[in-house]
């Protein structure tokens, strides 16, 4: 079992920044790939970024160029920095881990843990 702890959201008005932190904890070995996700109030939940163990990142076209994924090994944690936030970035963010073989990052149905979330309010 991996425990996700998500940290750092809050409100900025646009054009601002914000670095969301996930703290894994538990069984953390064989995670393959992390990932950041965000939920909407009526939309569906989508990828916004995900990390892989080895490989390439990956991101939504909407937040190239403003959003960094990165990863700290040493103490399992995943960050999400934001910068040029516009009230469409404004959501739920959660973080997700995928456990298995090293491979390509799955789809967000293939995550096995989530996160609580953290709320993002970007005002205009």
């Known amino acids: 079992e991996v425990h996700l702890v998500e940290s750092g959201g809050g409100s900025v008005q646009a054009g601002g920044s914000l670095r969301l932190s996930c703290v894994a904890s538990?069984?953390?070995?064989?995670?393959?790939?992390r990932g950041w996700f965000r939920q909407a109030p009526g939309k569906e939940r989508e990828e916004v970024a995900v990390?892989?163990?080895?490989?390439?990142?990956r991101y939504t076209d909407s937040v190239k160029g403003r959003f960094t994924i990165s990863q700290d090994r040493t103490n399992n944690t995943l960050y999400l920095e934001m910068n040029a936030l516009n009230p469409e970035d404004s959501a739920i963010y959660y973080c997700?881990?995928?456990?298995?073989?090293?491979?390509?990052?799955?789809?967000?149905?293939?995550?096995?843990?989530w996160g609580q979330g953290t709320q993002v309010t970007v005002s205009s």
């Open positions: 997700a881990a995928a456990q298995g073989p090293v491979g390509v990052c799955p789809t967000q149905q293939s995550f096995n843990f």
């Open positions: 538990g069984y953390t070995r064989n995670m393959f790939c």
């Open positions: 990390i892989p163990w080895l490989g390439s990142t």
